[in-house]
């Protein structure tokens, strides 16, 4: 975890032996900022999600809730 | 959502203004794959991460924690 100051918090999650990864970065305001990196040793994300503090909430629940009920 | 049989459940969740959207799809295995996508009307992910259960719930955790004491 690394401080970004005056912003919030960014988070490091290596993920995949693929070599893709996530970070995270919790702004003090609430918001998420998803960044999500394609391949080993790349520097710029593929993709960055901007999530509202509700929308952080809702993929949060997604990923962690079991939903099989057999 | 939509179910995807002898696989799991697959959740559309759109975010963002730039029109980033990101796909779950829970396995029944547990496994969770993440599929962002980075510009609107994109079919192709910008990069998918497969998740374990356990690497779902760090993130999940990360997303949904508040950090802050102050």
Redesign the interface.
């Known amino acids: 975890m690394q401080e970004l100051p005056g912003v919030?918090?960014r988070?490091d999650?290596a993920?995949?032996q693929?070599g893709?990864?996530?970070s995270?970065v919790?702004r003090?305001d609430g918001t998420?900022d998803?960044y999500?990196?394609?391949e080993r040793g790349d520097d710029e994300?593929?993709?960055?999600?901007?999530?509202t503090e509700e929308?952080?909430?809702?993929?949060?629940?997604?990923?962690?809730a079991t939903?099989?009920d057999d």
């Open positions: 919030g918090k988070y999650l993920f995949g693929g893709q990864r996530l995270v919790v003090r998420r998803l999500a990196f394609a994300p593929a993709a960055v999600i901007e999530l929308q952080a909430r809702i993929l949060a629940a997604v990923l962690s939903f099989f």
